[in-house]
């Protein structure tokens, strides 16, 4: 554990008082420096954690869309503000500066007070628990992005998706994507307990 003083947000961050964070994958790759190192370069630290749940800490100058207090979920898609394709209106989880909060920034949910990008805010369900809350965001944007980001492969109405390994987070959130866009999701998964 490491005590350092709690940053600021940027013009078009927040800052939020972390309640629960997620743990993923991501976070054993990053330990292990495989298949980055995730050490930035330019700071000498790494704060890790793609996932949380927390209170509205502060905001910077330019965000109004985010009051202080709000119980909010953070995401993990990150991008350049000025990317050309988000400001095109295209889809930005599929933009060429997208990067994973946490894990491919040098800052993320590990902390006492997480720094994120305006956008990455979204308010808490408010029928889950902080833990519960903080669970789900990773696995949710990863699997809409394998279901959604390779035209003409995009699910719609009717489609059948093989979901393989349906049990995961990665797959449960997969089978709930294909279901809200219509789709019908057969599901694949290691053993009887798993089903």
Same mark, same amino acid.
């Given at each position: 554990m490491e005590k350092m003083p709690v940053q600021k947000p940027g013009k078009d961050e927040v800052l939020v008082m972390v309640m629960a964070v997620g743990i993923n994958y991501n976070n054993v790759w /990053? #330990?292990?420096?495989?298949?980055?190192?995730?050490?930035?370069e330019d700071t000498g630290y790494?704060?890790?954690?793609?996932? /949380? #749940?927390?209170?509205v800490w502060a905001v910077g100058t330019e965000v109004d869309d985010v009051k202080i207090g709000e119980e909010v979920v953070v995401h993990s898609g990150w991008w350049e503000p000025d990317d050309p394709w988000v400001l095109s209106g295209k889809d930005p989880m599929l933009a060429p500066t997208v990067r994973i909060w946490g894990?491919?920034?040098n800052y993320g949910s590990y902390c006492q007070f997480a720094r994120a990008q305006s956008h990455q805010i979204k308010k808490k369900p408010k029928h889950l628990s902080w833990e519960e809350s903080a669970s789900y965001m990773l696995c949710a944007s990863t699997a809409y992005r394998q279901l959604m980001g390779w035209s003409p492969n995009i699910v719609e109405k009717d489609d059948v998706v093989l979901v393989w390994g349906a049990a995961g987070g990665l797959g449960s959130m997969a089978l709930q994507i294909v279901a809200a866009l219509g789709g019908k999701a057969v599901a694949v998964v290691s053993d009887e307990n798993k089903r």
């Open positions: /990053a #330990s292990q420096g495989i298949p980055i190192s995730v050490i930035g790494h704060i890790g954690g793609s996932d /949380a #749940s927390g209170i894990y491919q920034t």
